[in-house]
């Protein structure tokens, strides 16, 4: 954890200093900026293990930043807003953000969260196995996902819904059991985030993702992955 890089972006100068003393005090090395253009550039530079980055900018919003760094970088982001609309929230995790954190939000809840995203985007040391469930194949080295033998891209959070249920085949997950499966306490994201995140892997997974063959509703419940 110590020494890793996170990039803050916000166009609030109180906001910034109060998130770069929390994370300090746990040691990441904090880089910050106050609108996209300057952020770009610190990505370029400093290369970060992840973005926390503010919806309003000036500008160029932290959407349009987030669309930006997705389609090239797998980076994970932490959008941040001072509106508790859902569509905000929904938009931010459709364009690939792991998390969202709603304004006046606690320091040492931000820092949680950031350590849980960093903790499972390392490496899987528990086990190095490829996961196979019919025409799906996960390697697990190097989190490449292929169905059908193509490759799937899918986002770090995306990547780990779909590990967690394709080691359990057939077997029903409640979304607070996939909350807990990728944050440890159910609390840190809610259930509709699961929601948004299921669909986008059935967007990229499935042949018709109206209609999913492999990752199925169980209705007023959660989720599960079809055996073959």
């Known amino acids: 954890m110590p020494n890793q890089k996170i990039l803050v972006v916000d166009?609030?100068?109180?906001?910034?200093?109060?998130?770069d003393y929390a994370l300090t005090?746990?040691?990441?090395?904090?880089?910050?900026?106050?609108?996209?253009?300057?952020?770009?550039?610190?990505f370029q530079r400093v290369s970060p293990s992840l973005v926390i980055l503010d919806v309003m900018l000036v500008g160029k919003s932290g959407l349009d930043v987030a669309r930006e760094l997705r389609a090239h970088s797998d980076v994970p982001i932490v959008m941040l807003s001072a509106r508790a609309d859902e569509v905000d929230r929904i938009l931010g995790l459709e364009l690939g953000a792991d998390d969202y954190?709603?304004?006046p939000f606690s320091?040492?809840?931000?820092?949680?969260?950031?350590?849980?995203?960093?903790?499972?985007?390392?490496?899987?040391?528990?086990?190095r196995a490829p996961v196979v469930v019919g025409d799906l194949q996960i390697?697990?080295?190097?989190?490449?996902?292929?169905?059908?033998?193509?490759?799937v891209e899918l986002t770090r959070t995306e990547y780990d819904i779909l590990l967690h249920?394709?080691?359990?085949?057939?077997?029903?997950?409640?979304?607070?059991?996939?909350?807990a499966s990728l944050w440890e306490t159910s609390h840190v994201a809610d259930e509709r985030a699961i929601d948004v995140h299921v669909h986008n892997i059935r967007e990229k997974l499935e042949p018709n993702p109206k209609n999913p063959a492999y990752l199925l509703t169980m209705?007023?419940?959660?989720?599960?992955?079809?055996?073959?």
């Open 11 to 19: 166009d609030e100068e109180s906001i910034l200093k109060i998130v």
């Open 139 to 151: 390697d697990t080295l190097s989190r490449q996902v292929r169905m059908h033998g193509h490759v």
């Open 101 to 103: 954190v709603t304004k």
């Open 107 to 127: 320091p040492r809840e931000l820092v949680s969260r950031v350590k849980a995203i960093l903790r499972r985007a390392g490496p899987w040391l528990d086990s």
């Open 219 to 228: 209705r007023g419940y959660g989720y599960r992955l079809r055996e073959p």
């Open 165 to 179: 249920l394709a080691r359990h085949p057939g077997i029903a997950f409640s979304r607070d059991a996939i909350l």
């Open 25 to 42: 005090e746990e040691g990441y090395e904090v880089h910050t900026a106050t609108d996209a253009q300057a952020a770009e550039s610190i």
